[in-house]
């Protein structure tokens, strides 16, 4: 799942889509796609935030949404 776009802005991310949520065993985790997290001591770990698929830039979390959408389940995708 996404980050939410207030708290995207919040963290000082400029652009692309936060990844806060990789569900086990999907096509995301295989590909290595990580996560945002807390920390044993209660720190928040950043986890990847995307900024293009196939080369079409990402700038937020909705973006992401719309440039997935030209895609089926199982196709291959490129994400930086």
Do not use: F, H
Request: glycine share 12%.
């Amino acid at each position: 799942s996404i980050a939410p776009q207030q708290i995207v802005e919040r963290l000082g991310i400029q652009e692309g889509a936060l990844v806060v949520g990789v569900e086990e065993g999907s096509a995301a985790s295989r590909a290595g796609i990580r996560p945002t997290y807390r920390s044993r001591n209660g720190g928040v770990v950043l986890g990847d935030v995307i900024v293009a698929i196939n080369n079409e830039k990402i700038e937020n979390g909705s973006e992401i949404t719309l440039a997935l959408e030209k895609y089926k389940p199982g196709d291959v995708v490129n994400v930086r």
